[in-house]
């Protein structure tokens, strides 16, 4: 009796401190300010606002792993900066992500600049990333131009050292998602080891296009797993994923994502008006 005890009480112990160990990291008394400058409107000051502060609630909860480079990608902004190719490390290495960002307040006020801005505070949860990457699990991306007309296709190659499974998704300027592969033609089929894949798998195209005057950048995502993983977002089926994800709510589900399971290939492009 005394053995089965002891046995129950080293079961509750390991539950206990396992489930401890997912639980988010509470952050409090966050506060940012943003100039309404160069014509930034109240409403892309507040999104900007936002971002900055999900940068610090990472830095206040300890995680500060390569944030510069994270906050290159949240800060989709206009500039030389968006040709540079983004690695699999943005992502790979920053060990958490922001679950939940609770607005307290937004103010308006005149700064001492005497520019018209915003003041925004908060509170947030942040949500460490399981596990550490995996040094035998890899990937080589290629063919993918960091430059494209509108109305052309997008064509790439992917060789990964172990078997696994790819999932292509495309962020706008809005920071809304689109997944490009599988879809309702291309079923999610095996990345066999040490083999170079194309895609598309299938004889579609992969048509990329704006609507803008002068041009428009996206954010490429190439998240490779161990194993298939469902989309939270996608149909029973995974076969599709709504037309619009927010690129917020997916790339929380990827930091959630255990590192060994993943790797990741990030890349910025620019859209050239017909």
């Known amino acids: ?36 400058q160069d014509d930034l409107s109240l409403r892309q000051a507040i999104r ?5 502060l999900r940068l610090q609630a990472l830095r206040k909860a300890g995680i500060a792993e390569n944030i510069s480079s994270y906050e290159s990608l949240m800060n989709f902004e206009r500039g030389d900066n968006l040709q540079q190719v983004f690695t699999s490390d943005i992502i790979t290495d920053v060990q958490g ?47 993918i131009r960091s430059v494209y007309q509108s109305g052309d296709h997008l064509q ?18 809005s920071n809304e998602a689109l997944r490009l592969y599988p879809n309702s033609f291309e079923r999610s089929e095996l990345v066999p080891a040490q083999q170079t ?6 004889s579609i195209n992969y048509t990329l296009f704006t609507e803008n005057q002068s041009e428009e950048y996206f954010r490429l ?13 996608a149909n029973s089926d995974q076969s599709s994923a709504p037309e619009k994800i927010s690129a917020q709510s997916l790339l929380s ?17 620019k859209l050239l008006a017909p």
């Open 97 to 143: 992500t922001v679950s939940e960002l609770e607005i307290l307040a937004v103010e308006r006020f005149i700064n001492i600049a005497d520019e018209f801005a915003v003041r925004l505070r908060a509170n947030a949860s942040v949500m460490p990333t399981k596990g550490e990457r995996d040094p035998n699990f890899r990937i080589q991306v290629e063919g």
């Open 156 to 173: 790439l190659q992917l060789t990964s050292t172990i078997n696994s499974k790819a999932q292509l998704f495309l962020i706008n300027e």
């Open 253 to 269: 589900w990827i930091y959630q994502l255990n590192a060994s399971e993943r790797s990741i290939h990030l890349q910025t492009i």
């Open 48 to 52: 900007k606002g936002e971002q900055e």
């Open 1 to 36: 009796m005394r053995q089965k005890s002891k046995l129950f009480l080293l079961f509750f112990v390991f539950v206990a401190f396992s489930a401890c160990a997912q639980r988010p990291i509470k952050v409090s008394n966050l506060e940012v300010e943003v100039s309404l």
């Open 197 to 202: 894949i194309r895609f598309p798998r299938r």
């Open 221 to 233: 995502i190439l998240l490779v797993t161990k194993e298939e993983l469902k989309l939270p977002f």
